[in-house]
């Protein structure tokens, strides 16, 4: 028996998969690992698929076939070069948990998973945890990177998952929608998602002390249905988030702010590096363009894939 399904959790070897009737336990036919994009996971949280019921092994399928994607957000795995990954597939937007402090997201992986989610066409939304640990300081560099990623059109939120600062504003963002939450280890995402929905349960780590980083709490990609309406798909901890088959002539595109000046400039085809006339270069000079985006982009069509200051990570990918 032939029935539609929904993949709400990948192991990699095994996924669970929610059909009409039951939840399955499915592997892939080996058929489908020769489908599209050379990823390490061919079928995603997120996919539809259709699977063969089992009629010897009870709760048990095959997935026979990869049913049409709206959208997926993929990632190049820092630790193997040519190898992709696909976090999601089919969301409405995509959650990036960042923090300022213990650990410290960069603005380069800010930047390349916006980047990421605008090239699919996936509503970006950058969340800064853990406020109630944030010195003056920090509450200044959170100001500015407010005004950075406001300005290039995305939505900045700020919370707390232990003061519970910002929580109902992250519910109504989350209700009704399929939603994509990653970010490092020790972001705070299994704690966030805790305070969301408590009934969710989610195991959660205290932070390395000698490290600085998170431990890694979610081993395996999975989607939460909430207790309101809609989905949470929590994904492992990541350190790095490498981008895929992008061209530098379309770099500009997935910056919202840059894509906005190119028709100014003086030649069609501008890079925004060196040409003279360039609308771009002059918003940055103007300071009506933020810098730090800027870099970010120079550095992304020049192809720099593993500059970004990171710790390194005792925990792996």
């Keep these: 028996m032939i029935e539609e ?15 009409p009737q039951a939840l399955l336990d499915c592997r892939i036919r080996g058929k489908i690992r020769l489908q599209g994009l050379k990823s390490t996971n061919p079928v995603a949280v ?7 019921v089992s009629e010897t092994e009870e709760g048990h399928g095959a997935i026979t076939k990869l049913l049409d994607r709206k959208n997926y957000i993929i990632r190049k795995s820092v630790n193997l070069s040519k190898q992709t990954q696909i976090l999601a597939a089919n969301v409405d937007q995509a959650l990036l948990i ?40 920090h509450f200044e560099e959170l100001e500015f990177l407010r005004i950075v990623y406001e300005q ?35 972001v705070g995402k299994s704690s966030l998602i805790n305070r969301i929905d408590p009934n969710l349960n989610l195991k959660t780590r205290a932070i390395s002390e000698a490290h600085e980083q998170g431990q890694h709490t979610t081993t395996f990609a999975e989607m939460h249905p909430l207790a309101k309406g809609g989905y949470i798909i929590d994904t492992p901890g990541i350190r790095g988030f490498g981008l895929v088959n992008m061209e530098p002539s379309e770099m500009g595109d997935y910056f919202p702010e840059i894509f906005r000046l190119k028709g100014d400039c003086k030649f069609h085809n501008c890079l925004h590096q060196h040409e003279p006339g360039c609308a771009v270069k002059a918003a940055v000079e103007e300071h009506k363009l933020a810098f730090t985006r800027y870099e970010s982009y120079l550095n992304f069509i020049e192809g720099q894939e593993d500059d970004e200051p990171y710790r390194k990570d005792i925990y792996s990918e």
């Design 5 to 19: 399904g929904l993949v709400i959790k990948s192991t990699g070897l095994w996924y669970k998969v929610q059909t």
């Design 152 to 186: 290039a059109g995305y939505t900045v939120m700020e919370c707390s998952a232990q003061s519970g600062e910002g929580l109902e504003e992250l519910k109504t963002l989350l209700q009704s929608k399929i939603s994509l939450l990653s970010g490092h280890s020790g």
């Design 98 to 137: 960042a923090t300022l402090d213990q650990p410290k997201t960069h603005l380069r992986f800010i930047d390349r998973f916006a980047v990421s989610a605008e090239a699919y066409d996936i509503p970006f939304v950058l969340v800064f945890n853990k406020t109630d640990l944030y010195t003056d300081a």
């Design 46 to 52: 997120g996919d539809r698929v259709l699977v063969e």
